[in-house]
């Protein structure tokens, strides 16, 4: 991959794509059949220092990948970018692309409780990005969230412009938010694949005594091995099985430990060493946090 081109400033941008510039320095809002780039021009990395929202459809051809996975954009897709993550395009031409781009930096949330909360979306952190496709119901909605937010910005600034452009950032957050949901559980087979690699990671770490050498898998170790996010994989299994990924790895402890504290005659520390706890009451607290008992409770109820 080369050294991707950095775009420092929404004005930089508008700049690149050859649109007007920006009445606000912090937040944009555009429809790709403004963007006026040579119809010969080939994009291929960009990283930026701000969030990139946008739908496209109608793509000329070429692939996008984000993280490692490859989209084509001949199917229309929504996808959402973080400051400072990659956006690599393959021979992806903008000539007749249909959609629109929405724009912010950062600082625009400040003094908002968006301003943190964005951080909490799944969606912007993973680095092996999961495509949105929407319905033309959900379409329409995430549609008309933008609309009304062009709107604003395009009014007379008053006191109250901010609020309710910052106001519709957050509806078109939060409704992005329900539609991966629904997409993580329309998804299933993609998502039962991903669940059954996570077990066959699991059991390989249980099965082979590689927890007393190296200690319990972490959630980004997992993640690694299965070429997804820490963040994406956690949403994932939280939407199909109701836990996140740390728990999925506790789940599997608990398992190992009831079975040597009930078959077994090492002592509660020998058991937690083995399962990869440098400190026994770690494990004494997990157990009982887990289980409503300690670990020599639970023995002793087998004999």
Request: glycine fraction near 4%; charge should be negative; charged fraction near 15%.
């Given at each position: 991959m080369k050294t991707p081109s950095k775009v420092s400033s929404i004005s930089a941008?508008?700049?690149?794509?050859?649109?007007?510039?920006?009445?606000?320095?912090?937040?944009?809002?555009?429809?790709?059949?403004?963007?006026?780039?040579?119809?010969?021009t080939i994009l291929k990395a960009i990283t930026t220092d701000f969030y990139v929202i946008a739908i496209k459809k109608d793509c000329a051809g070429g692939k996008c990948r984000y993280g490692q996975q490859y989209y084509d954009f001949e199917e229309?897709?929504?996808?959402?970018?973080?400051?400072?993550?990659?956006?690599q395009f393959d021979d992806v031409l903008l000539n007749g692309v249909r959609g629109f781009v929405l724009v912010f930096h950062?600082?625009?949330?400040?003094g908002y409780p968006l301003a943190a909360a964005v951080r909490e979306y799944g969606y912007f952190s993973y680095s092996a990005n999961e495509a949105l496709h929407l319905s033309e119901k959900e379409e329409k909605s995430v549609m008309d969230i933008v609309e009304n937010l062009s709107s604003e910005m395009d009014n007379n600034i008053d006191a109250f412009t901010q609020d309710l452009i910052v106001s519709n950032i957050d509806l078109l957050l939060k409704y992005c938010g329900r539609f991966y949901n629904r997409q993580f559980l329309t998804r299933k087979k993609a998502n039962s694949n991903l669940l059954t690699k996570l077990e066959a990671v699991l059991d390989k770490y249980f099965k082979n005594d590689i927890l007393a050498e190296k200690g319990a898998p972490t959630v980004q170790l997992i993640a690694g091995e299965l070429h997804v996010s820490a963040n994406y994989l956690s949403d994932m299994l939280r939407a199909q099985t109701g836990q996140t990924t740390q728990q999925h790895i506790q789940n599997r402890l608990i398992e190992k430990a009831k079975e040597l504290l009930s078959t077994s005659s090492f002592s509660v520390s020998e058991i937690a060493f083995q399962l990869g706890f440098e400190h026994p009451q770690s494990f004494h607290r997990l157990f009982k946090n887990r289980t409503s008992v300690s670990p020599l409770e639970y023995r002793t109820s087998f004999n």
């Open positions: 941008l508008h700049q690149f794509l050859g649109l007007a510039k920006p009445s606000n320095p912090l937040i944009s809002v555009f429809n790709f059949d403004e963007v006026k780039l040579e119809p010969e229309g897709i929504m996808y959402f970018i973080a400051p400072h993550q990659v956006l950062p600082d625009f949330l400040q």
